[in-house]
């Protein structure tokens, strides 16, 4: 009996490596993402927070440059948050993009292990049409012998 061999055996574990590389890359993306999104949400914080502290300047009557202070400090805040909301949509458009690689490097390891099943599944009713041919042969054989045994006995 010969044993099984799948020749595409190297391709598989390369498609296999590039799939692991892809799902790692996946990971990472999604963690930037989150770390951004964190990050947006720590400046939109940071933005009602120097808003609060600004009315309250207000309600002391503060002078006017404190007011300006506040008002330069709150645009600047807002430019933050502007800033972290486009890291974010960056993100997220690498974290698809990298999304859609490991969809695509998934369906190739898939591709190769579906031939490689419907290739061990041939070998194997290969082998037992061979041993159910090798079985009939045998009993040809036997029942050839039984009926020769037959004729010189009787």
Do not use: C, P
């Not at 300006?68 to 997220?92: F, G, H, L, P």
């Not at 419907?118 to 012998?145: C, F, G, I, N």
Request: proline share 0%; glycine share 2%; hydrophobic share 40%.
């Amino acid at each position: 009996m010969r044993a099984f061999v799948f020749r595409a055996q190297a391709a598989l574990d390369l498609r296999r490596t590039r799939d692991e590389a892809a799902q790692r890359d996946l990971a990472a993306a999604n963690a930037a993402v989150q770390r951004a999104e964190q990050e947006w949400l720590a400046a939109v914080a940071a933005w009602k927070d120097a808003n609060a502290q600004a009315v309250d300047e207000q309600r002391r009557g503060t002078g006017l440059a404190t007011q300006m202070w506040y008002r330069n400090w709150i645009v600047r805040q807002q430019r933050v948050m502007a800033s972290r909301r486009d890291t974010v949509a960056e993100r997220r458009r690498d974290a698809d993009g990298a999304r859609e690689r490991a969809t695509k490097a998934h369906i190739d390891v898939r591709v190769l292990e579906n031939l490689r099943e419907r290739q061990w599944r041939a070998y194997t009713d290969e082998e037992r049409r061979a041993e159910q041919k090798d079985m009939d042969w045998l009993a040809v054989l036997r029942s050839s012998q039984q009926a020769v045994n037959r004729k010189e006995t009787g």
